[in-house]
Nanobody
């Protein structure tokens, strides 16, 4: 049974930084193209960044380009999202999943950007 556990969220002021982690268990993580998703109140869940299985290719939503960096450690079955220059509009619950979206969703981690 695949399990995804996100962590690292919190309350941060505008312009601040956070690093999110996603630990995957029971899954062929190292073969999966992974993504970070977010869902703000009243909005649909959206893909913000993705990374191929070997980490050689990444893609970002326009809204986070130049501010967020996705990475992974296949030896630890862990996905990361470094978020810099955070803005209030980045406030959301952040989730990780395979981009095919066929793994169960984790509980997510709340990111709140506010002064």
């Amino acid at each position: 049974q695949v399990q995804l556990v996100e962590s690292g969220g919190g309350l941060v002021q505008p312009g601040g930084s956070l690093r999110l982690s996603c630990a995957a268990s029971g899954s062929p993580f190292r073969f999966a193209t992974m993504g970070w998703y977010r869902q703000a109140p009243g909005k649909q869940r959206e893909l913000v960044a993705s990374i191929t299985s070997g980490g050689g290719r990444t893609n970002y939503a326009d809204s986070v380009k130049e501010r967020f960096t996705i990475s992974r450690d296949n030896a630890k079955d862990t996905l990361y999202l470094q978020m810099n220059s955070l803005k209030p509009e980045d406030t959301a619950v952040y989730y990780c999943n395979r981009v095919t979206l066929d793994w169960p969703w984790g509980q997510g981690t709340q990111v709140t950007v506010s002064s």
